[in-house]
Structures are given as C-alpha cells and as structure tokens.
C-alpha cells in the first residue's frame, strides 16, 4: 500500500512539472476557476466566464499547439483574439466579431502579451489570463475598468 501511495505521489509530482514546462502554463491558484475555451481549430472560440478570485500572476494555457517557427519577443503577430473582462464574464472586444485579425510587434503590446504569446506557433491557441499589472493597470483602457483582469483567447495566423 505505501508503495502505491508513493507512486501516486510521484505521478502528481511529475504531471505537475509537466505542466509547468509544457508551454509556459502556470497552475492557477485553488480559489480560482479559469474559463474554458472550447472551438474547433481556426473557428471563433466559446470561453466560459471565470469565477473566484483572479489570479495574481500570469496564466498561460495552450490550447492548440500550432506549427513552425515559434514567436520571439521581436515578432510582428498576425492574430485571431477575444478578450473577456474577468470581472463580468463578458467579452469585450473580438477581432472575431470585426471579421479582421490584428497584425502587430510584440513589442509594442501590453506585458502580458509580451511575457505570454512567445512561444506560440502559427495554428496555434493559448488562453493568457494577465493580472492588472500585466495589463492596463490601475488607469485601465478604452472599455477595459481600472485593475481588470483580462482574459485573452489568442490563436497565431502569421508570425514574421
């Protein structure tokens, strides 16, 4: 029996360093629920509203690998994305909804992107989940609230 207790100890302990080396991915706090994102690869995500408390770090979450060169902190990114304010549940802007993907340097986006899409490859899927001073902060932006927790849906088109 202790064998086996051992085993299973083991096995999490691995399955959680897996993980966190597997795309950058961070395990949330337990009072947290992230949102799920269900879709088919290169259709418009669903993402469930998140509950509990926001999480204080960046979250990163690959939902589809993607294929070829990944993202660099130099890259100009082609993207798919829908943002949801984690406060209400409600998504609050989609490139989806406008019909036009965004093309932009990494460098010249919010932290959170910075520190979250390298890696990323082209086809590619990642739920971000950037606390406030990864995002927009206490000023806040356009119709993100001041110190909102931002929950991203980003999938890679092009990276240049």
């Known amino acids: 029996m202790r064998g086996k207790k ?8 691995v399955s959680v360093a897996s993980l966190t080396a597997c795309g950058g991915s961070k395990v949330a706090e337990s009072s947290t629920n992230l949102p799920t994102v269900t879709g088919d690869q290169g259709m418009e995500p669903t993402i469930s509203a998140p509950s509990g408390t926001p999480p204080t770090t960046l979250i990163t979450k ?14 100009t990114m082609t993207v798919h994305y ?3 304010a984690w406060s209400t549940g409600k998504v609050v802007e989609s490139s989806w909804a406008s019909g036009e993907p965004a093309t932009f340097p990494l460098a010249r986006v919010i932290a959170g992107w910075q520190q979250g899409i390298p890696g990323m490859k ?13 995002g927009y902060g206490a000023a806040g932006g356009g119709s993100i609230g ?15």
């Open 6 to 13: 051992l085993a299973l100890a083991l096995a999490v302990l």
């Open 62 to 75: 690959d939902i589809f690998e993607g294929t070829g060169s990944p993202a660099v902190a130099e890259s």
């Open 82 to 84: 829908t943002l949801m």
């Open 122 to 134: 082209v086809g590619g899927r990642r739920l971000l989940v950037i606390p406030p001073d990864l």
């Open 146 to 160: 001041p110190n909102e927790t931002l929950v991203f849906v980003v999938d890679a088109i092009a990276i240049a």
